[in-house]
């Protein structure tokens, strides 16, 4: 989950996990609950378009967190994460190998518009703006035409989410992107939007309230939200 460069990153690779886990505490659940409920979310998408996907690119996959749960998508046949960090590349083929995924850095992955699904989660607030519309042209040109990208970044509207960024050492000076954004970077890339959602609006001491979540994802309140783009 890393875009601000390898050095930032490498330092942070071996207590990754250890320090987002800390972040998200104050909301009474951990990381692999907001990583399951990312991809729950997504297949929910996909399903409803009748899409399959068999390929799928993790871009900034950090520490392979993601992995398990995508490869447990149906249909999903190959997964490849990328990251700058070439620490977190190794922690990840260390940590994730059962899955059968393969994780690079992202010099050596060459696009080549094979992947059904690219995925990112928590990336693009590590890159700076300028470079943010190199890095989805990037993820553009590994997509297959009628392809998919979910974007998912932290809602930088919801006051939850900034406030755990502020507990996470590599969150705390991260340029937050809005939804709106994001949306135009995937379109100026060559995506259609199809979706936006916003996810994750309620605590775990308010879990009573989370069937209700589905009927609020069109409301900019969830800590994080998904665009879910089609390639042109």
């Not at 990153?9 to 659940?29: K, N, P, T």
């Not at 060459?110 to 989805?136: K, M, Q, W, Y």
Request: glycine share 10%; proline share 6%; with cysteine.
């Amino acid at each position: 989950m890393s875009g601000t460069g390898e050095t930032d990153f490498d330092e942070y690779a071996s207590d990754y996990d250890a320090a987002l886990a800390r972040g998200v505490s104050v909301s009474g659940e951990d990381k692999d609950y907001f990583a399951q409920g990312r991809v729950a979310w997504l297949g929910r998408r996909l399903a409803e378009l009748g899409r399959r996907p068999g390929a799928v690119l993790d871009f900034g996959c950090g520490t392979g967190s993601a992995a398990p749960f995508l490869m447990r998508m149906p249909g999903i046949d190959s997964l490849v994460g990328v990251d700058v960090s070439a620490r977190s590349v190794e922690r990840a083929r260390q940590m994730h190998a059962a899955t059968g995924a393969r994780f690079l850095l992202t010099s050596e992955h060459r696009p080549e518009g094979t992947i059904d699904l690219a995925f990112c989660n928590g990336v693009f607030h590590h890159i700076p703006p300028p470079a943010r519309a190199s890095a989805v042209d990037y993820i553009a040109r590994a997509v297959r035409p009628g392809g998919f990208f979910a974007f998912w970044e932290n809602n930088p509207w919801n006051p939850g989410a900034r406030y755990v960024m502020s507990r996470i050492p590599f969150d705390r000076d991260a340029i937050m992107i809005a939804a709106p954004e994001a949306r135009q970077l995937l379109r100026a890339a060559g995506f259609d939007v199809v979706t936006t959602d916003f996810q994750f609006l309620f605590p775990r001491m308010l879990k009573v309230f989370r069937g209700l979540e589905p009927l609020a994802a069109g409301l900019p309140l969830g800590a994080q939200y998904q665009v879910l783009g089609r390639r042109r």
